[in-house]
C-alpha cells in the first residue's frame, strides 16, 4: 500500500471511491463541503434535508464528535441550539417519519430531527480528517478541549476559557487534495463551503 492509499484509508475516503472519484448519486448536480462537523453535523442535515439530489463531504478530526454522530453520547444532555436538525450514522431505533419519509425522531435533547441512516448513502461522505495548508498528508496534535466546540488544531493560550481534555495526533491534509476527488464533470462548482477551525479557517481557505 501506497502512502497515498494509507492516507484514503486512515481518513475513510478510499471506501467512498469508485474509478478514483467520489461514487455519488448520479443525478446530482449539487455538492457541498462542511469542514467542522461538531457533534451532530446540522449544517450537513440542513443541506441533506433541503434537497434530496444534494451530497456533502464531510470533514471531522475529533474522535469525540465521531462517536456523537454515532449516537454514543445521546445521554440526554440540554444543548442551546434547539431546533437544529443532526445527522446520526448506522443504526438508530425508531422508523422514519411516516409523514415526510426522510428524518427520525428528536436525538439528542434539545436538537431537532435527525436525518435517518439510508438516506446517507452515496449522500454524505464523513472524512476522519482535518484539513491544513500542508503540502502532503501529515499527522498534527489536535486540542480536544473541555468544550468540544473550541477544539482546534492550533494550541489555546492561557486566555481561553476553557481547558485541554486531551491531545489527539489527527490526520491532516489539505483542500485542495480532497477537491482532487470530486467528479467536476459531473458538479461543475462546489455549492457552499463551510469552515469551523476555531481560528485555523484561513489555513482552509489557503489549502485549496
Known amino acids: 500500500m501506497n502512502k497515498n492509499q494509507a492516507t484514503l484509508t486512515k481518513i475513510g475516503l478510499d471506501k467512498y471511491l469508485e474509478n478514483g472519484v467520489l461514487k455519488t448519486l448520479g443525478s446530482s448536480k449539487k455538492i457541498c463541503i462542511d469542514v467542522g462537523l461538531s457533534e451532530v453535523a446540522p449544517y450537513s442535515a440542513t443541506w441533506l434535508l433541503n434537497d434530496p439530489e444534494r451530497c456533502v463531504i464531510g ?11 454515532e449516537g454514543k453520547h445521546d445521554d440526554g ?10 445527522i446520526r450514522l448506522g443504526e438508530r431505533e425508531g422508523k422514519p417519519d411516516e409523514i415526510r419519509g426522510r428524518i427520525l425522531p428528536r436525538g439528542r435533547k434539545g436538537w431537532g430531527p435527525t436525518v435517518a441512516p439510508y438516506l446517507i448513502e452515496n449522500r454524505f461522505f464523513g472524512l476522519r480528517c482535518a484539513i491544513d495548508n500542508v ?31 486531551k491531545t489527539e495526533r489527527v490526520q491532516c491534509v489539505s483542500l485542495k487534495h480532497i477537491l482532487s476527488y470530486i467528479d467536476w464533470h459531473q458538479f461543475g462548482v462546489v455549492e457552499h463551503l463551510k469552515v469551523d477551525c476555531e481560528g485555523g479557517d484561513l489555513e482552509v481557505i489557503k489549502s485549496a
Do not use: Q, R, V
Open 135 to 165: 503540502e502532503k498528508p501529515a499527522e498534527k496534535d489536535f486540542y480536544h478541549m473541555s468544550d468540544p466546540g473550541s477544539s482546534s488544531l492550533l494550541k489555546p493560550t492561557k486566555k481561553h476559557p476553557g481547558s485541554i481534555k
Open 59 to 69: 470533514i471531522e478530526p475529533l474522535e469525540y464528535n465521531w462517536e456523537c454522530l
Open 77 to 86: 444532555k440540554e444543548d442551546p441550539t434547539d431546533g437544529w436538525p443532526g
